[in-house]
């Protein structure tokens, strides 16, 4: 006699049901839903077929069964429990069992328990079940394909995408990911379709479940695969493969004895193998495993969401391999418009560090201009990496073609302004401009010249970090160049001056993330500063240093520049300096004195030429000009002649016809020497002629 019938309020109950209507029979045993009938003490007075389905257990074992010995096939106890303790409903409470007759697949139930009463006392309770199985399969699977869609593919970085969507698959779908990805997808270049033989691929993402668990290669090792095997087929037809038992694929186990190893000391029992692909071609391969804390081997369905899940990745993993691309083209144009090697000069020794970013284009540049001089330039361009090095060369080479007309830094950062103002209307006018919601145009530049006669050191920057300044004894402090407002914005900059003393080592440097990142661009600075410090070493040592401690390992993701040069001055024995007075016999002592002066330096070879510019600069002097003549001579690797007066006339090469008997002196100048220029200072200007050395 079953349990229930032992008890006499349960006899109660049973015969109750037994007048019920044949409506109410019939609704109770034909529900699709669960239902269960209980009586006070936990024990199954009345269940339905679909509850008895629920279980797996037939009504002889359900019926007068306490609840607490049916949970290993259907926990209810513990809400049934409640629901008479509290003497009210409970709804929807979610249940999950793997049944002792399937135990390979999880079921999800949900569960509304309501309490019994007859006349105000509690008789018993009652539970309807429902199988929610697939509904909560459907939305974990919907759950999990929106996070990969919110967080697969934060970067721009194929191996970081990958390792994010082993982040996201494990533990929830699988016990065990791998990603690897071709060779080629790291270099930028286009994807390659369906793969065969024995491809070389680099594993760039893994994550096991268990803490310590490491696959078949590292990550960053070169991934190897056996023919044939999942694996190498999914490379060559580009379609998933589901393997639901291991144990039935050892054959191709036998071929891979690296993975064979790792899913025998996982304990994997089945896998996904799903390729990487793009418009049909191939970047890389994604393997799914599953092991102990998931009992039920992947599915059809399991095979579907693997594949949404490759899809995004492959989709992210081009737009990385695509970014990889631009940038590598940006970097080899950004290193084209640079100079390779500095120029020998004798006002510095100099030597540089560049750092490509991933985010705007730097630029420096060591210009060699009159009477020795020197000109030292650095700027930043921030923007995407191929527009912003587009416009890097474009200011890059107005520097330079301004540099040539010896303008002092202030006045050619206005007219590096005025270049900076067309380039931004001519963003703005493009249509593209609008289409990538690109930023307004700005760009900074500091550019400074230093004299290695007079050590006289003159600065202006627009918007630009001051210059370090290391002294000969080892002191590192800015230079104090006010910062300007950047490029473009049509605002006047001030000019800063200064003396140096030889052997100081100035150290220009642009760091991109300084705008985005302050605290990390001090504390590089910091470092700089440190290794700026050593008076020992030469410009090329100091990049060196600084490219391995201050750049190395946290290097900002939009690059930087360094332009370090250790100052010099010229032997007071190469300069030589006249004052003469505006008169006719001026031309003639000032030709004395430069043959004297050539004659001492061993250059008695250049004294004709030498001769006739002395002679035509003095006499410009006194025909067009006012106040005394100054002649200076100034002995490098070239011989340079200025002659400088009060006036701030502009001179003018002339080509004189055949009867006319003056417009010819700065014509034979320009053609007997190798540069001349005119160079405006504050007390009038100084007209200068360059002499090659190397031939007489």
């Given at each position: ?15 109750a049901?037994n007048?019920?209507?044949g ?5 109770f ?26 279980r ?5 074992q ?6 607490q ?24 409470r979610?249940?999950?069992t793997?049944?002792p ?28 079940i ?45 016990d ?5 990805l071709?060779?080629?997808?790291f ?35 070169t ?33 891979d ?72 083209v ?18 510095v ?89 690109r ?61 140096l ?48 401690k ?13 332009l ?65 003549i100054?002649l ?15 006036s ?10 055949l ?35 190397a031939a007489?």
């Open positions: 006699m079953p349990r229930g019938q032992r008890h006499g309020h349960a006899t109660g109950a049973t015969a049901s007048g019920a209507s409506f109410e029979k019939a609704l045993e034909q529900a699709r839903a669960g239902l269960e009938v209980y009586d006070t003490d936990l024990r199954v007075l009345r269940a339905n077929p679909a509850v008895l389905a629920m797996g257990l037939p009504a002889s359900v019926i007068g069964f306490g609840l010995d049916l949970d290993p096939h259907l926990p209810l106890s513990p809400i049934i429990r409640e629901v008479m303790t509290r003497e009210r409903a409970v709804f929807d979610p249940v999950s793997y049944p007759a399937d135990p390979g697949n999880r079921h999800d139930y949900s569960v509304t328990g309501y309490p019994l009463q007859e006349r105000g006392r509690s008789i018993g309770a009652a539970a309807m429902h199988d929610v199985t697939d509904q909560v399969r459907r939305q974990e699977e919907l759950d999990l394909l929106s996070i990969a869609r919110a967080r697969i593919g934060s970067s721009l970085d194929a191996v970081r995408t990958a390792q994010e969507l082993t982040e996201i698959a494990v533990p929830s779908f699988a065990a990911v791998a990603v690897d071709l060779e080629s997808v270099a930028g270049e286009a994807p390659v379709g369906p793969v065969t033989g024995q491809p070389s691929m680099k594993r760039s993402g893994f994550k096991a479940r268990e803490e310590g668990q490491y696959g078949a290669y590292p990550i960053g090792s991934s190897h695969f056996a023919i044939p095997t999942p694996y190498t087929q999914a490379l060559a037809d580009l379609r998933p493969r589901l393997v639901e038992s291991v144990c039935s694929a050892r054959q191709w186990l036998a071929n004895r690296l993975r064979a190893e790792f899913i025998r000391r996982a304990g994997v029992h089945s896998l996904i193998v799903t390729p990487l692909t793009v418009h049909g071609l191939v970047l890389g391969l994604a393997s799914f495993y599953r092991a102990g804390s998931h009992p039920e081997p992947f599915d059809e369905e399991d095979l579907s969401l693997a594949t949404q899940l490759a899809a995004r990745t492959a989709l992210c993993v081009d737009n990385a391999r695509r970014f990889t691309r631009e940038h590598t940006a970097t080899t144009l950004q290193r084209s418009l640079l100079p390779r090697t500095a120029p020998l000069t004798a006002a020794d100099s030597s540089h560090c560049y750092l490509p970013g991933r985010y705007g284009a730097h630029w420096f540049d060591v210009l060699s201009l009159s009477s020795c001089r020197i000109g030292l330039v650095i700027g930043f361009v921030p923007g995407e990496d191929l527009p912003a090095s587009v416009v890097m060369g474009r200011l890059r080479t107005a520097v330079s073609t301004l540099a040539a007309m010896d303008l002092p830094p202030d006045e050619l950062l206005v007219h590096l302004d005025d270049v900076a103002q067309r380039l931004a209307r001519e963003q703005d006018s493009d249509p593209l401009t609008v289409l990538h919601a930023p307004p145009f700005t760009a900074s530049c500091l550019y400074l010249t230093y004299d290695p006669v007079t050590r006289r050191c003159a600065a202006a920057s627009a918007g630009h970090e001051s210059p370090l300044v290391t002294s000969p004894r080892g002191v590192v402090a800015g230079l104090g160049i006010p910062s300007g407002a950047p490029l473009g914005r049509g605002l006047p900059y001030e000019l800063h001056t200064t003396q003393a030889a052997g100081s080592l100035l150290s220009l440097y642009s760091d991109g993330s300084a705008y985005r990142y302050p605290a990390e661009a001090d504390e590089r600075a910091g470092r700089l500063r440190e290794a700026v410090a050593d008076v020992s070493a030469d410009p090329a040592e100091i990049c060196d240093a600084v490219a391995y201050v750049l190395r390992g946290t290097a900002p993701e939009d690059g930087a520049a360094l370090v040069a250790r100052t010099r001055s010229l032997a007071p024995d190469h300069v030589a300096t006249w004052t003469f007075p505006p008169e006719p016999v001026s031309v003639r002592e000032a030709r004395r004195a430069t043959r004297d002066r050539l004659e001492h330096w061993g250059l008695e070879d250049h004294v004709f030429v030498t001769d006739l510019v002395v002679s035509e600069l003095a006499t410009n002097v006194i025909r067009h000009a006012e106040g005394a100054r200076r001579l100034i002995l490098d690797r070239t011989l340079t002649v200025e002659v400088s007066d009060d701030d006339t502009v001179p003018h090469l002339r080509h004189a016809r009867q006319d008997e003056t417009g010819r002196g700065l014509f034979l100048v320009a053609s007997m020497t190798r540069h001349w220029g005119t160079r405006y200072e504050e007390g009038g200007k100084t007209i200068w002629a360059e002499q090659s050395l007489a």
